[in-house]
C-alpha cells in the first residue's frame, strides 16, 4: 500500500483533528516504510513512538508512557500477539490495536484473549477508519484512566475513614473503659466498690468450685470511726478511711487479692487460692501494720476483722458466705477490737 504526499496531506486535512499531544501512541512494523506512513499519518496529532521490532517495542514502554499500541502482527523473532501479551506486563492499561492481514484472521480471536486488544484492523485499512479507531481506543483510555482514578480516590479517602474510625473507637473504647473503672471504683479510697464486689464474688465462687480451688474473704471495718468522725470532723474521716485503703492495697497480693469498700468503714478482702489459716495470717499482718501506721490526724486507728474461707462442700450462697465472716467480724468486736477472729484460729 502506497500513499502519495499529496493524497496523506488530503486525507490529514480531511481527518482533520485537534491537536493531542498529550497521547503517545508507539507504532511497531517490521517494514519501515509501514511506519513512515501511519507516522505521517499520526504525528501531528499525536506524541509518536516507533519500534521495528517486539523486543525493541518492549524497551520502548519500559521507559515512557505509553497510551495506545499499534501493532503489525507479522513480524519476524515476536509476533505481533506476542508482543502485545508481554505488554501487558509493562503497560497494563494502554490500548492496543492489532494490524493484520486477512491470512492471519486466525490470530485475532487468540489476540483479543491473550493480549487483551481492543480492536482488530485489516490491511489494507481504511486510514478514515484507523483514524476514528485510534480516537476511540483514546476516549476509552481517557475513560478507563478516569475510572481509575476515581477508584484511587474512593481508595484513599476510605483508608483515611477507615484510619479515622478506627481513632474514634479507639478513644470511644478508652471513655468506656474509664467510665466502667468510675462505675466500680470507689472515689474517695480507689478500692473496688460494692457493685463490683456482688460481680467478683460470684465469679470467684465459680472458679473456686469448677477448679477445686480455695478462697478466703477477710472483712474488716475500721474501729470507733464515728467517733473519729464526730471528734475529728467529715474530712479527717475521709483522710483516715484513705490511709487505711493506702496500708491495706500495699500489703495485699497485687493482682491476686481483690479489695473492695462495701460500706462506710467497711471493707472486704477476697483472697484466692489461700486457705483460712493462711488468710488469718494475711489478715493479722494488715491488722498490725494499720495499727502501726501514723496517721496524719495523729489518732491511734485500729481494724476488727473476720476471715473465712468459702465452704465448697456445703455449695454455700454468696450471701452464707458473707454471713460467716460478717458474724466473725462482729465477734472481734465483741472481744475488745483491734483483733482478727477467724473459725480455727483467733489471733
Ligand atoms: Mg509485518
Redesign the pocket.
Known amino acids: 500500500m502506497t500513499f502519495s504526499k499529496k493524497k496523506l496531506l488530503h486525507i490529514q486535512q480531511k481527518e482533520k483533528q485537534p491537536k493531542d499531544i498529550s497521547h503517545t501512541i508507539l507504532i511497531v512494523?517490521?517494514?519501515p516504510l509501514n511506519i513512515g506512513v501511519l507516522d505521517s499519518l499520526l504525528k501531528d496529532c499525536y506524541h509518536i513512538l516507533k519500534a521495528v521490532n517486539g523486543y525493541d517495542a518492549l524497551q520502548i514502554i519500559q521507559q515512557n508512557t505509553v497510551h495506545l499500541i499499534l501493532s503489525?502482527q507479522?513480524?519476524p523473532g515476536m509476533s505481533g500477539v506476542d508482543f502485545l501479551e508481554q505488554s501487558i506486563l509493562y503497560a497494563p492499561y494502554a490500548m492496543r490495536i492489532i494490524l493484520t492481514g486477512y491470512s492471519d484472521i486466525d490470530v485475532v480471536v487468540d489476540a483479543i484473549n491473550r493480549a487483551n486488544v481492543y480492536k482488530f484492523i485489516i490491511k489494507p485499512y481504511d486510514t478514515h477508519d484507523l483514524l476514528l479507531t485510534i480516537k476511540r481506543a483514546l476516549e476509552s483510555w481517557e475513560l478507563q484512566n478516569s475510572n481509575i482514578q476515581l477508584i484511587e480516590k474512593l481508595q484513599q479517602s476510605n483508608s483515611l475513614l477507615e484510619k479515622k474510625v478506627k481513632a474514634r473507637t479507639l478513644e470511644l473504647e478508652e471513655t468506656i473503659k474509664q467510665l466502667r473503672e468510675v462505675s466500680i471504683t470507689d472515689q474517695l479510697t480507689g478500692a473496688y466498690n460494692r457493685r463490683k464486689y456482688n460481680e467478683v464474688v460470684e465469679k470467684e465462687i465459680a472458679l473456686c468450685k469448677r477448679y477445686k480451688q480455695t478462697l478466703s474473704m477477710i472483712l474488716f471495718d475500721i474501729d470507733f470511726f464515728k467517733k473519729v468522725n464526730d471528734n475529728l470532723g467529715h474530712h479527717e474521716g475521709d483522710k483516715v478511711l484513705q490511709e487505711v485503703a493506702s496500708v491495706i492495697k500495699n500489703n495485699i497480693r497485687r493482682h491476686i487479692d481483690i479489695f473492695f469498700r462495701i460500706g462506710g468503714e467497711e471493707f472486704l478482702i477476697l483472697s484466692p487460692n489461700i486457705d483460712v489459716k493462711q488468710a488469718c495470717h494475711l489478715a493479722e499482718k494488715l491488722r498490725l501494720k494499720v495499727a502501726n501506721h501514723s496517721f496524719q490526724c495523729q489518732q491511734s486507728i485500729s481494724i476488727s476483722m473476720g476471715v473465712v474461707e468459702y465452704l465448697v462442700e456445703r455449695n454455700e450462697s454468696t450471701e452464707q458466705f458473707f454471713y460467716r465472716a460478717d458474724k466473725l467480724m462482729y465477734i472481734a468486736k465483741n472481744m475488745g477490737r483491734n483483733r482478727v477472729i477467724c473459725n480455727e484460729y483467733e489471733f
Open positions: 512494523d517490521d517494514e503489525d507479522q513480524m
